[in-house]
């Protein structure tokens, strides 16, 4: 399958989502690319495989992995990585990209985005197991951030430098999730300006924004809601600092009907629209 479609720098993308397939077969909007949770996609065969392929002859598809889990003490995944690299060959997708967090040990699946401790040994294994990743699909990914509800007190690095450090050293590049971001900034107690100005420019590859939460004592990252205000504003600074990165609208939860999801997206088009003007008009 050859590309057929590339990336917008100047419209954000919106994930794919069964509830939304036929109005963007009919309507088309137009949206930078679509993005999939990959193990949706891990079937031979079926229903879910045509309908990607065919929204790949119009959209440019990113894949978005929760199950790979980098950061597990337990052997990566052969049969989990095989799937993917038969879903990566055949799709061919602009972005692949997995969360830095671990997702089960022992055999045992959780069900969850956990945490990693940020300590140089924690460091060193996340970058093995990216780097044994991209050798085995023969592609480079990005690393997302996570939200967290709670810190390991054997943490010896700051969250914004684990997640530089790991980008650097495993040669990937970092899918920084805005909201992510803010979420973690609340409940930690740290500034979300610090975090971004941490990440160096260059290694941000995709940008993540979605709703969250607050329940009046932690926020917690739900996908479920509009960008707040807030995080919009992060986000304004993050394309100012990295340029024009693709970027995503998530929603997961209580999925609303497509012209919500598209009216998020015109929102980050209007941002990245002023920053691309700003620049004409400093050149």
Known sequence: MSVIATLNPLR??????PSHYQAILEEKPAVSFLEVHSENFFGDGGQPLKYLARFR??????????????GSSDPLSIDH???LKRLVDTIEPALISEHLCWVGVN???????????YTPESLAHVVQRISEVQDFLNRPILIENVSSYLEFIDS??????????VAARAGCRILLDVNNIHV???????????????IAPGSVGEIHLAGFQDTGEVLIDTHGATVSDEVWRLYEYAIQRFGLVPTLIEWDTDIPAL????????????VLAAHSQRVANAA
């Not at 002859?57 to 980098?70: F, K």
């Not at 055999?107 to 401790?117: H, I, K, Q, S």
């Not at 690095?157 to 684990?162: D, R, S, T």
């Open 184 to 198: 973690n900034s609340v409940n930690h107690n740290f500034d979300a300006l610090k975090y971004l100005d941490a």
């Open 107 to 117: 055999g045992r699946f959780l069900n969850d985005l956990l945490p990693l401790p």
């Open 259 to 270: 012209p919500v999801l598209l009216g998020e997206a015109e929102r980050a088009n209007r």
């Open 81 to 83: 990585l095989k799937k």
């Open 57 to 70: 002859e119009d959209y440019p598809i990113s894949t978005h992995g929760v199950g790979l889990s980098l």
């Open 12 to 17: 954000a993308g919106i994930g794919l989502r």
């Open 156 to 165: 010896t690095i700051p969250e914004w430098e684990f997640v530089r450090e």
